[in-house]
């Protein structure tokens, strides 16, 4: 059974910098894509990063050059290291596959960028 346990949020001011885990149980996890999204109360939930199983991995625009997608398939942990965070990155963040399969969301972790 694949579940996904996220941690690591926090209040952090502009500019500062979080990393975020996603530890997965599960055998398949080493062989399969995951990525990390972000929800807005109110809107939907969007990818902001993906890394295939041999570690390639792309970004969503709004993050590209500040997040970093990195994993440990020893670990079966996912990482979102985030750096020089805006306000407009304040968000609940999850993991899932890519793409995501509802019966897997987990609670997420909350991230707030605010002076």
């Known amino acids: 059974q694949v579940q996904f346990v996220e941690s690591g949020g926090g209040l952090v001011q502009p500019g500062g910098s979080l990393r975020l885990s996603c530890a997965a149980s599960?055998?398949?996890?080493?062989?399969?894509?995951m990525g990390w999204y972000r929800q807005v109360p109110g809107k939907q939930r969007e990818l902001v990063a993906a890394?295939?199983?041999?570690?390639?991995?792309n970004y969503a625009v709004s993050v590209k050059g500040r997040f970093t997608i990195s994993r440990d398939n020893a670990m079966n942990t996912v990482y979102l290291q985030m750096n020089s965070l805006k306000p407009e990155d304040t968000a609940v963040y999850y993991c899932n596959f890519p793409p995501p399969l509802s019966r897997y969301w987990g609670q997420g972790t909350q991230v707030t960028v605010s002076s």
């Open positions: 599960g055998s398949i996890f080493s062989i399969s894509a």
């Open positions: 890394i295939t199983s041999g570690g390639r991995s």
